[in-house]
T-cell receptor, first 115, second 112 residues
Framework: GENVEQHPSTLSVQEGDSAVIKCTYSDSASNYFPWYKQELGKGPQLIIDIRSNVGEKKDQRIAVTLNKTAKHFSLHITETQPEDSAVYFCAPHPPEGTSGSRLTFGEGTQLTVNP | KAGVTQTPRYLIKTRGQQVTLSCSPISGHRSVSWYQQTPGQGLQFLFEYFSETQRNKGNFPGRFSGRQFSNSRSEMNVSTLELGDSALYLC???????????FGQGTRLTVV
């Protein structure tokens, strides 16, 4: 199965700074790379995802970069705001047909944005 | 469109009892997955159902079971509850295997 490592486990930044979270995976066949944000008392919510045929995707202040050779992908948040404070999870996904909808999540990163 | 709905939101049970949790996926989604979230173990995959068939199962004891109905609604059952079963149980639905998974708000189960 997929082994997933996520770093750092906690990250504290000042409002307006950038934050980067890295996810390393083991299955070279993985081809779908989502990032989820979980706020207190809520379920995880997809914030951005990327497929293996592209190296970077950006959506306003959030971006994801993928390095398939090194088997890692990263979440980048620029101009952080207090409402970005949450736990972030990566969940690299192998190809359709190999595992169903079984997501293997990273351990999570608690991001705190200080005003 | 309506999101994934999980009921109940909170539940307190006694050791040895059993519990049933319910999940209504987004309309049209046929894949429903269940996850257990605890502070120590993070998000752990329980099982996945697709068109009423269990397609995948995680490494949990047989006390954990589930099913899916023809309308894609799913239930999970935990029998002979243990203190360690206290957790947030999350349900996620998706259109296909490798499309976005939408999560419900979860059911917080406390076993005393």
């Amino acid at each position: 199965g997929e082994n997933v490592e996520q770093h750092p486990s906690t990250l504290s930044v000042q409002e307006g700074d950038s934050a980067v979270i890295k996810c390393t995976y083991s299955d070279s066949a993985s081809n779908y790379f989502p990032w989820y944000k979980q706020e207190l008392g809520k379920g995880p919510q997809l914030i951005i995802d990327i497929r293996s045929n592209v190296g970077e995707k950006k959506d306003q202040r959030i971006a994801v970069t993928l390095n398939k050779t090194a088997k890692h992908f990263s979440l980048h948040i620029t101009e952080t705001q207090p409402e970005d404070s949450a736990v972030y999870f990566c969940a690299p996904h192998p190809p359709e047909g190999t595992s169903g909808s079984r997501l293997t999540f990273g351990e999570g990163t608690q991001l705190t944005v200080n005003p | 469109k309506a999101g994934v709905t999980q009921t109940p939101r909170y539940l307190i049970k006694t050791r040895g009892q059993q519990v049933t949790l319910s999940c209504s996926p987004i309309s049209g989604h046929r894949s429903v997955s269940w996850y257990q979230q605890t502070p120590g173990q993070g998000l752990q995959f329980l099982f996945e159902y697709f068109s009423e068939t269990q397609r995948n199962k995680g490494n949990f004891p047989g006390r954990f079971s589930g099913r899916q109905f023809s309308n894609s609604r799913s239930e999970m059952n935990v029998s002979t509850l243990e203190l360690g079963d206290s957790a947030l149980y999350l349900c996620a639905s998706s259109w296909t295997e490798d499309t976005e998974a939408f999560f419900g708000q979860g059911t917080r189960l406390t076993v005393v």
